[in-house]
């Protein structure tokens, strides 16, 4: 009872030290629940796109766990320097270590107790209100949110688990330290770190290098891997510029001793020096937790706001049939029928045969064939006299001439095709530049003088192996239209095309559904995406309050000492100020320089699904860095006064 008795008081002195983390631990909770909710939503399941939906909110789930990990393990962490004066003070007055492994067992029950109870209210109470939010999104009614045990069930079992983590580190930091030295470590000064001159300078080769891999990431499948790879790059290499670095830097300013002897710096310097091998991890984290929410928001913005751009790639008609075959006049024939019988009238026909693409990329003046994992693009053909026709020109070609329309290239007028030499005009405006078969490759056409000149080039050279629809034909047969009529009359439509003409799934597109499976898409990444924001920026508040809490801690007695040197008021509050703001500065900065590295890269993931747009793009870059600056310069200003509170009080 005693036990208990001193783990609430505890609680109840050092408020301001389990409060926040009771408030956070109880929010990601809380956010875990949600995604929970969705994920194992029955409703969902009865839907076409339910499989997409659920696939995110797992993709949700398994970030705010291991966002929750991490932030309780660190805060943990962060805990232990406040606390240990105090289980000194206990073991002066008589614990022995079964007694202190007493109190941190009955104090992780009890954060245990108030995490659940507080975290799954709020899970519960507002998990109807993001259900509703989450049905705005992605354009869906009739869903129904509901409690569901078994979600319940596996939110305790988490959190329970992550305590039941803490509790052993807890009991092994017990036992591994001797009880009297708890309240002299809680005293005793940090040495002077050592700076690592190899280290700090490998921490910038690894982080060039990350950047150098983003920067350079091209728009196909193995461009995904090599971002996964610089991301890995760019945590490790930021973790080491910030602990080593960083000392290293604090030293060469030291060195300099018209700046070192400053009133301005000495203190500040001073300062950050001593703490900076702790406190260097904790800068690198807030810095990378930064550089996540803006990623991770850009990218889910920038694909939902884009949603309508891919969509016109995707289905630039309201039906595109892929055949293997030209319609013969008896299916055309069965094709109008169809529509008189589903009451709706086929309106805006346009029929275009392409030679079967090449995948691959340019390559100087080369279109050079590659392998599914690394080409960037499908090069498709078609004859002149399709291209006037449907453009309404006049060009003319000779036997050497050709057009082509690559948006997202600058060629220049010389281009090598399979083999065959061409002299090419590059045009900005193609109506049907169309990625029929919904590939991640880029559509680009060559226009060339006749069929003849077609065959030559694409013929015999088209890849036989390859994953694109009807790829065993060496032509591609679009029929493009629009539809006159009730939404439910078009599907009726649609289903009996297909039915009729038994076509696969890759060779019908019909723009209504395309439309509701990119809304579901995308708003299900828009919607993970906020509330795994939510979570990061939660975490990076608390980490910056955390940090501030045990440097204050920290500072207070060399504050005090100064101050009684004739440090005044003024000087010590300036002093306060210019140290936080540095400290704080460099995160943000950090933050910033690796969201611009990662822009390149994640333009080339959104070029993958034809969901870029760089005007929208950009845009939403600079929305979003504007707004995570300004929250983050709100938080500096909060937690430099609780810093100040606690550096000015008397012990």
């Known amino acids: 009872m005693l036990h208990l008795k001193l783990v609430l008081q505890s609680f109840f002195k050092n408020k301001q030290i389990y409060g926040p983390f009771i408030f956070s631990a109880s929010i990601l909770t809380a956010l875990n629940y949600i995604f929970w909710s969705i994920f194992k939503n029955p409703s969902l399941a009865k839907l076409q796109q339910g499989a997409t939906i659920t696939t995110t909110a797992s993709l949700g789930i398994s970030f705010v766990a291991l966002i929750g ?9 962060t805990q232990k320097t406040i606390e240990a004066k105090q289980l000194g003070l206990y073991n002066m007055l008589g614990f022995a270590k079964g007694d202190l492994y007493l109190f941190q067992f009955l104090k992780n029950c009890c954060l245990l107790l108030a995490t659940v109870a507080i975290g799954l209210s709020i899970g519960i109470l507002f998990s109807k209100f993001f259900f509703l939010i989450f ?84 728009p196909n499948m193995a461009g995904i891997n090599k971002f996964m790879l610089a991301i890995l790059l760019v945590v490790l290499g930021t973790y080491l510029v910030f602990i080593s670095f960083s000392i290293v830097l604090l030293k060469f300013l030291k060195r300099r001793l018209n700046y070192y002897y400053n009133p301005k710096h000495f203190i500040s310097l001073s300062g950050m020096l001593y703490r900076m091998k702790q406190n260097g991890a904790g800068l690198a984290s807030i810095c990378l937790l930064c550089s996540s929410v803006c990623v991770v928001m850009i990218s889910t913005i920038s694909l939902y706001a884009g949603q309508q751009k891919a969509l016109a790639t995707w289905n630039p008609t309201e039906v595109v049939l892929n055949l293997p075959q030209d319609l013969t006049p008896a299916q055309k024939t069965t094709l ?58 006049n060009y003319q070609l000779k036997e050497n001439e050709a057009l082509i329309y690559a948006p997202n290239e600058k060629l220049g007028q010389q281009l090598t095709v399979a083999s065959h030499k061409l002299k090419i005009k590059q045009i900005k405006d193609f109506k049907l530049a169309i990625n029929y078969d919904h590939s991640i490759f880029q559509p680009v056409f060559l226009v060339v003088k006749d069929q003849q000149q077609l065959d030559k080039i694409f013929s015999k050279h088209h890849q036989k192996d390859s994953i694109l629809p009807n790829s065993n034909n060496d032509y591609v047969y679009l029929k493009l239209f629009n539809l006159a009529g009730s939404l439910p009359n078009q599907k009726s439509f649609v289903q009996a095309v297909v039915q009729n003409f038994k076509l696969v799934s890759a060779q019908y597109s019909f723009k209504a559904e395309m439309r509701d499976f990119f809304k579901q898409f995308t708003g299900g990444f828009l919607f993970v995406g906020f509330l795994v924001s939510v979570a990061l920026g939660l975490t990076t508040v608390i980490i910056i309050y955390y940090k501030q809490l045990s440097e204050g801690y920290a500072d207070r007695q060399r504050f005090q000492t100064m101050q009684q040197v004739g440090l005044s008021r003024k000087e010590t509050k300036k002093t306060i100020i210019g140290q936080v703001l540095a400290v704080f500065l460099l995160p943000l900065l950090g933050s910033g320089l690796n969201t611009a590295c990662a822009l390149p890269a994640i333009i080339s993931v959104m070029k993958i699904f034809s969901l870029y747009d760089q005007k929208l793009f950009i845009t939403v870059s600079l929305i979003v860095f504007g707004c995570l600056s300004l929250l983050y310069l709100g938080v500096y200003l909060l937690t430099a006064q609780v810093y100040q509170k606690i550096v000015n009080q008397k012990d």
């Open 336 to 393: 109008n029928d169809l529509a008189k019988k589903s009451q709706v009238k086929i309106t805006d026909e346009t029929a275009l045969t392409l030679a079967q693409p090449l995948i691959g990329k340019f390559q100087g003046n080369r279109f050079v064939e590659e392998n599914f994992s690394t080409a960037i693009y499908k090069l498709a053909g078609l004859t002149l006299a399709q291209y006037n026709k449907m453009q309404q020109t």
């Open 69 to 77: 990990l991490f932030f309780m393990f660190y805060i943990n962490n």
């Open 135 to 218: 049905q705005r999104i992605i354009g869906l009614d009739g869903l129904s949110s509901t409690i569901e045990l078994d979600v319940l069930g596996i939110n305790v079992a988490y959190v329970a688990g992550i305590y039941l983590l803490l509790l052993l580190k807890d009991l092994f930091y017990v036992w591994r330290v001797n009880p009297i030295e708890l309240w002299h470590g809680a005293q005793k000064p940090e040495k002077e770190p050592k700076q690592n001159i190899l280290l700090g300078l490998l921490g910038i080769v690894i982080l060039s290098g990350g950047y150098y891999l983003a920067i350079t990431t091209k």
